[in-house]
């Protein structure tokens, strides 16, 4: 049985969820003469909200299917010799539809020579050839790169929680199953905008009893984000050797993505009408960026929280 995020993952603009911008754009641009499309596409935001799926349906749109179509995952090919091999094959004509259309994810993770080497693919490419660039981190491109998709540029924002809500409500209808509304609260407030990670926590829960579906649901969301952990800490008010252990685990995680994804949680919490005075303490902590001071200042920003809420 196909997991609930495969299952319902859009196969066209029609069946796109939220970024109803974005999805206009797209809408208008395909309305163009073939030969006045962009050649380079570059969709930006954050993880789980649409960008792989704008990517494939715009590749299909193009007329590109099958072996004509390639998905690199730049995380984990992410040097020159990646970028050399599609250079070396953008010549060859498509086998079995109209175009050829590399999507490159995560592309942040190139590193500079492999971004250079890109940037001159991107110039040289024949005809018959397109690019998808998709990144969580545009600001890790190179500008030569970044304006050579310019034309090509769409922002694919977070969802809101109640288009996650509703879409959980519908989905779970789809399948003849009953989800209570509050659970589907929790499970938006707990995605923080990414409608994959809530449709797999919904995939975890959807046959289980109504009574046992919050406190599974709080697991699936921590298994799924551990952002979501710092958030429960923070807003409950635990004490500091609580939170230290789940910021030693978030090393790896960009410091002002979770202090944004925190702040969102709380703004979550208070547009509830749900425990305003602790909410307040962790966002009046976190308010500030942390582009200057780092992973510290966001260990700072969590003490402070906990010692405001202890107060």
């Not at 208008?28 to 030969?35: G, Q």
């Not at 890790?140 to 034309?151: H, I």
Request: hydrophobic share 40%.
């Amino acid at each position: 049985m196909a997991v609930l995020a495969e299952k319902y993952r859009p196969r066209n603009l029609e069946e796109v969820v939220g970024n109803p911008e974005t999805v206009k754009a797209l809408e208008a641009l395909f309305k163009r003469d073939r030969a006045d499309l962009p050649h380079a596409f570059l969709m930006t935001g954050p993880s789980g909200c649409g960008k792989t799926t704008l990517a494939r349906i715009i590749a299909e749109m193009l007329g590109c299917s099958g072996q004509d179509y390639t998905e690199v995952d730049s995380a984990d090919f992410r040097g020159i010799d990646t970028i050399r091999d599609i250079r070396s094959k953008v010549n060859y004509m498509p086998m079995e539809s109209q175009c050829r259309v590399w999507l490159l994810d995560e592309c942040h993770g190139l590193t500079k020579d492999a971004q250079t080497a890109l940037l001159k693919a991107l110039e040289d490419a024949p005809d018959h050839v397109y690019f998808i660039l998709a990144t969580t981190d545009p600001d890790k491109l190179l500008p030569t790169l970044k304006g050579r998709t310019k034309a090509g540029e769409f922002d694919v924002k977070a969802l809101d929680e109640d288009v996650i809500r509703e879409y959980l409500l519908d989905v779970a209808h789809w399948e003849g199953k009953k989800l209570p509304e509050d659970i589907a609260d929790q499970i938006a407030r707990d995605s923080l905008g990414s409608c994959r990670n809530a449709l797999m926590v919904l995939d975890k829960i959807i046959d289980l009893d109504p009574k046992d579906m919050k406190s599974m649901a709080e697991q699936a969301a921590v298994a799924e984000n551990q952002v979501i952990e710092l958030c429960r800490v923070l807003f409950a008010g635990k004490k500091w050797k609580e939170v230290a252990p789940i910021l030693k685990g978030l090393e790896k995680e960009d410091v002002e993505k979770t202090r944004l994804a925190v702040m969102n949680y709380c703004a979550s919490v208070l547009l509830g009408g749900k425990d305003a005075a602790q909410a307040f303490i962790v966002m009046d902590c976190m308010k500030l960026p942390f582009y200057n001071n780092g992973r510290a200042g966001l260990v700072h920003a969590c003490y402070d929280a906990t010692v405001g809420i202890e107060k």
